[in-house]
């Protein structure tokens, strides 16, 4: 089965950087666009950002664009999404998405399937 395992949360002051990635199997990744979204208590799952199969090219959030860059790695089944300039508002739990359907690619129920999460928490 479909499975996509997130990893490289943690907790980071203000102004830092984390990696995330996430590893997926179960699936023909080469030919699926990607998602990250983010979900912080009380809040919708918002989008952050996506990338198509081929990785030329990427979809981002106005809340993120220019500190936060996704990217995709089709030998190694990952796709990754580099987090700079990091913000107490960025405390969130970060998922990754797989199969997009082809409606809006910022929408969660575009994608079906999804994985369980890395919490980034930032303090200031």
């Known amino acids: 089965q479909v499975q996509l395992v997130e990893s490289g949360g943690g907790l980071v002051q203000a102004g830092g950087s984390l990696r995330l990635s996430c590893a997926a199997s179960g699936l023909t990744f080469r030919w699926n666009d990607m998602g990250w979204f983010r979900q912080a208590p009380g809040k919708d799952r918002e989008f952050i950002a996506a990338?198509?199969?081929?990785?030329?090219?990427?979809y981002d959030a106005d809340s993120v664009k220019g500190r936060f860059a996704i990217s995709r790695d089709n030998a190694k089944n990952t796709v990754y999404l580099q987090m700079n300039s990091l913000k107490p508002e960025d405390t969130a739990l970060y998922y990754c998405?797989?199969?997009?359907?082809?409606?809006?690619?910022?929408?969660?129920?575009?994608?079906?399937?999804w994985g369980q999460g890395t919490q980034v928490t930032v303090s200031s």
């Open positions: 998405a797989a199969d997009f359907r082809g409606g809006n690619r910022r929408k969660p129920n575009e994608y079906n399937y």
């Open positions: 990338i198509s199969w081929s990785g030329e090219t990427t």
